[in-house]
């Protein structure tokens, strides 16, 4: 499955299936939420929710490939990120793009 962030995708012609969407939401563990706190007074980066947040883009990636595939798409074209903070230490992950076929 190619996925891209731009409108078209060099030398092919598409037709538009439909939109397609992938979400999670997670969260890191308490004593994992305690130490990114405690990091927060000396500074620096918090590889625990950076790692989160990796996992969550696999994991709305991987949904919105499965929506993509169940269309019969080849590609999903202007595949945007969006993010939003669902309460203290949880954050939504939703990705969504344009599935297309190849003429």
């Not at 299936?17 to 999670?24: D, N």
């Not at 590889?47 to 929506?67: L, P, W």
């Not at 202007?78 to 230490?89: E, G, L, P």
């Amino acid at each position: 499955m190619i996925i891209t962030t731009t409108e078209n995708i060099l030398g092919k012609q598409t037709e538009i299936l439909g939109l397609v969407k992938g979400s999670t939401i997670q969260t890191v563990n308490a004593f994992k939420d305690i130490g990114a706190g405690l990091k927060t007074l000396i500074g620096g980066e918090l590889t625990k929710y950076n790692e989160m947040m990796d996992k969550a883009r696999s994991i709305a990636t991987q949904r919105m490939v499965a929506e993509a595939e169940k269309l019969g798409a080849d590609a999903i074209i202007c595949t945007r990120f969006a993010t939003s903070s669902i309460m203290q230490s949880a954050a939504e992950i939703m990705v969504y793009g344009t599935a297309v076929k190849f003429r």
